[in-house]
């Protein structure tokens, strides 16, 4: 019923809005002589259209429908000056008065340009120096969210992001494995992952996995943009994902804010910031502590995490910024388990001699400059010194572990260097305006990779113990280069349609020097032979990448949107050499290449009603996995290229404040429902029969978040229900399709699992308590199938848990 009242009230909102249409006039004049403005401009920021004032400074914007509305006024030589007004007559009059140009004016800045009452939106046509017309988005705003921040939970805080497959393979939030339309959630690898605008992958072309994922606590928001993303943040297939920290106030020099939370198993979190302005100066930082024992056992973790933060504005039209992120952590890892297992006890843990440490040093400095009030640019350096070493026995997990023999050791160091430099300008078309967007990229990766025998002991021992001290498994140099030139334009047709075409070039270049060590055995265990062997790989390509979007807004509350984006996909370092013994790597691999296509259409009454629904199609080629492979009377994993797939689906998100909806917008209360649906159909079409017609791999074909959020003054409640239907973990689809599961838990199905969360806070004055009880009925389920760490075999999740925090500010 209440899905039924909501589509009646939808459909009704929109045949008012058809129906009548309202204006905003107004004026634009010099503050000082009261005169009016010189060729002045009005921007209304909700749909990026632009109204020349006459020259009596007058001027209107016809056509529109009840709601809130922000507008900004430029004038040559003259400051800006933003305005909110709210239609709800036929007829409302604002006036602006511009003040001169002076170096001590502080920059206008634009504020409750979004909806954010539900706690999702979505990106506007123009952000900063980016350009989002036509491309599926959304935004989570954190502060509105009720969650498990101190974790990290991702099921809370991706609930409102339609079509996310999310890997639960830790409770700590450590690494965020999400992945959407059928994509490996492997350490979000599918989507090109950033923090303010900058990479923060360990190797954004050669290695595109994220061990580092930024504190929930720390973070204002977070953006989503899908496939169509390829055309200015990279060519991955999933889209970008960009992680915006909080900053500090800029009405009072210091503030304070400190969150102590404790939980289950032993959990401790305690995340303090600060941030301020003071003058020219605007700075933010925060340090976070996090330790945890696991509910498994072998699963205690210790994490610290730091952010720091300076903006400089010389004057209203340049911007300098400095960024500088550390973490450091370390978590014993307690292994996958055989489905048998599972089944037994979930908890228990069959290796104990398993380590995982990661240290991350992310740096970055950025320029942005105001050329003219139609101009922008926006100019991103940024590195990482980073070290990941990973310590355990990776032998099939049906077997056990022989504590006399020496542990694998993987060590990795990143050295990254990268520069974006982007140039946004907005010029006049005809009777409507133009927004072009030019772009160029350079990115240099460097990484060292080494394996090899570690310590035969148990404890947390990163060095190797070969006879020399050196790897003895293999050691290679990688080096990424990557130079890439895009453009986008948007072409406002007419003031409700609109047509962005977009364009990116890209030259990579990825190179492998090293050796390896090559050992043959028998079947009694005997060594054959014992080489190593010199290797020194090198490939360049050249990859055109094009685009087109379309928006047709019938109104404010409503957009159709569409678009069509080409995607590729270099094979990175894990596809050239990387010794493990549950999986081989097919040496002829060759790089993906595909296509996003979306339809759907979206839309926002304030405070009321929030709805996007789309069509998409992932066109998949050359698509590298699992496949299984005979030699020598066994069978192997191979991760090879395996033809063609393709993934079609339905995403469907709506939200309404359903108090409010009955019983008035100004009612103090608010009781808001959602609904998360998205389903998709998969098939292989290959030339293999075993794999042709096969549902794609981690491609569940339901995904459905439900919930509910009671709110009122300062006390939130939110209960939240997610269901993921099974799937399958190769393109073999093993498990039930042969009548029999793998009986190293290595691949095989995911069964359907569904979990619920309830989570609260209430502020008083300076204080904020925040509770929940995670996972409510305490169900058993696993969401992933691990080849290597932190398996290999079933990763199982966490079982009912609870958190309590305090919160204070000063």
Request: hydrophobic letters at 35%; aromatic letters at 12%; charged letters at 20%.
């Amino acid at each position: 019923m209440r899905i039924k009242l909501s589509i009646l009230f939808l459909l009704g909102s929109l045949q008012l809005t058809f129906a009548q249409t309202f204006t905003i006039s107004g004026s634009v004049t010099n503050a000082g002589t009261k005169e009016a403005a010189p060729a002045a401009e009005v921007l209304l920021v909700n749909n990026g259209s632009i109204t020349k004032a006459d020259a009596k400074g007058i001027f209107f914007i016809k056509n529109l429908s009840p709601g809130t509305y922000t507008l900004t006024a430029y004038s040559i030589g003259l400051g800006s000056q933003t305005q909110q007004v709210t239609v709800s007559d036929a007829h409302v009059s604002v006036r602006f008065e511009l003040k001169p140009l002076e170096g001590s004016l502080r920059e206008v800045n634009v504020k409750g340009e979004r909806e954010k009452t539900f706690g999702i939106t979505r990106l506007n046509s123009v952000e900063g120096t980016a350009i989002y017309e036509g491309k599926k988005s959304e935004v989570v705003v954190l502060d509105d969210i009720t969650a498990n921040k101190a974790t990290n939970n991702s099921r809370q805080v991706f609930a409102k992001v339609a079509g996310l497959n999310i890997w639960e393979s830790d409770g700590a939030g450590l690494q965020l494995g999400i992945g959407g339309r059928g994509l490996s959630p492997n350490r979000t690898s599918n989507f090109n992952t950033r923090q303010n605008g900058y990479d923060i992958s360990a190797d954004a072309l050669g290695y595109p996995e994220s061990y580092y994922t930024p504190p929930t606590e720390a973070l204002d928001r977070i953006e989503v943009v899908r496939g169509a993303a390829s055309l200015q943040y990279g060519t991955q297939f999933g889209g970008m994902i960009n992680f915006v920290m909080k900053e500090g106030p800029e009405d009072k020099p210091f503030e304070l804010t400190s969150r102590q939370t404790v939980g289950s198993w032993g959990f401790l979190n305690t995340y303090n910031s600060i941030g301020g302005a003071k003058g020219k100066v605007h700075y933010y930082g925060f340090y976070q502590y996090k330790r945890g024992d696991g509910w498994r056992e072998n699963s205690g973790f210790d994490a610290h995490t730091a952010f720091g933060s300076v903006h400089y504005k010389p004057n209203n039209r340049l911007e300098l910024g400095f960024n500088y992120t550390y973490m450091d952590y370390l978590a014993q890892q307690p292994g996958g388990l055989t489905d048998a297992a599972f089944n037994q006890n979930a908890r228990q843990s069959v290796r104990d001699r398993n380590w995982f440490k990661v240290n991350w040093n992310l740096l970055a400095l950025t320029m942005d400059y105001r050329i003219s009030e139609r101009t922008k640019i926006n100019v991103r350096n940024f590195g990482l010194l980073a070290q990941r070493d990973a310590l355990g026995y990776m032998g099939k997990i049906n077997r056990l572990d022989d504590t006399t023999q020496p542990r694998l050791l993987l060590q990795d160091q990143f050295n990254n260097f990268g520069n974006e430099t982007r140039l946004i300008h907005r010029y006049d078309l005809g009777k409507t305006f133009s927004t072009l967007l030019v772009g160029a990229r350079y990115y240099r990766g460097f990484t060292d990779q080494q394996q090899g025998d570690g310590s035969a002991g148990s404890d947390a021992d990163f060095r190797f113990y070969s006879e020399t001290g050196a790897p003895n498994a293999s050691n290679y140099d990688y080096l990424s280069r990557n130079a890439a030139l895009f453009a986008e334009n948007i072409f406002n047709i007419t003031p409700k349609f609109s047509i962005t075409p977009g364009i990116r070039y890209e030259w990579i270049n990825t190179n492998a020097e090293g050796s390896y060590r090559d050992v043959k055995t028998d079947q009694a265990g005997n060594i054959i032979y014992d080489n190593v062997v010199p290797e020194d790989r090198s490939n360049t390509r050249n990859v055109f990448l094009m685009g087109l979007g379309l928006s047709y807004k019938p109104s404010e509350q409503m957009e159709v949107y569409g678009n069509l984006s080409q995607n590729y996909r270099a094979i990175n370092f894990n596809d050239m050499r990387v010794i493990n013994p549950n999986q081989l790597v097919d040496q002829e691999l060759q790089d993906e290449t595909g296509f996003n296509v979306d339809l759907g259409f979206r839309g926002n009454i304030s405070g009321l009603l929030n709805y996007d629904a789309s069509l998409f199609y992932l066109a998949y080629d050359n698509r590298i996995g699992i496949r299984n492979k005979v030699i020598n009377n066994q069978i192997y994993l191979l991760r090879t290229n395996k033809d063609f797939s393709r993934n079609v689906g339905l995403e469907t998100f709506i939200e309404a404040d359903l108090l409010k909806l009955y019983l008035g917008k100004e009612h103090p209360s608010s009781l808001s429902a959602f609904s998360n649906i998205t389903l998709v159909n998969t098939k292989y079409v290959s030339d293999d029969k075993a794999i042709d017609g096969n549902q794609v791999e981690l491609a569940p074909a339901l995904i459905a978040k439900t919930g509910l959020s009671f709110k009122r003054n300062n006390f939130k409640l939110s209960y939240q229900y997610a269901y993921t239907s099974s799937q399958y973990t190769d393109a073999d689809n093993t498990g039930e399709k042969q009548g029999q599961m793998d009986v190293t838990a290595v691949v095989g199905k995911i069964p359907a699992y569904w979990v619920m969360d309830l989570s609260g806070s209430y502020t008083y004055k300076r204080f904020t308590l925040e509770s929940g009880v995670n996972n409510l009925t305490d169900n058993r389920y696993f969401t992933r199938r691990a080849t290597g760490y932190p398996g290999p075999g079933i990763i199982p999740s966490d079982a009912r848990n609870y958190y309590v925090t305090l919160q204070f500010q000063l």
